[in-house]
């Protein structure tokens, strides 16, 4: 969570794990997996894809990860803004 705390809202200027924005972190053999939301299912998507994008970074930067793979859960654009993010 150390590195995810390193993320900050870019609308807010918290730091995600701060205003509880993280639902779940898998680590399975230098495969991480994060799941969050947004404070809103209604939030600028530029949002999204902004903490996503942090998210990975922050995460890769670590020794050992292999694998990131960062899921945006309830927000109307989840599913296009995930696609998006796997790709990154």
Known sequence: ME?????????????IVEMGLIDEVKIENGNIEVVFHL???????VFALTIARDIKQ?????EGVQNVKVTLRNHMMADMINKYVEEM
């Open 3 to 15: 590195k995810l705390s390193e993320v900050i809202d870019p609308e807010i200027g918290i730091s």
């Open 39 to 45: 404070t809103a299912p209604f939030c600028p998507p």
């Open 58 to 62: 922050k995460i890769k930067s670590m």
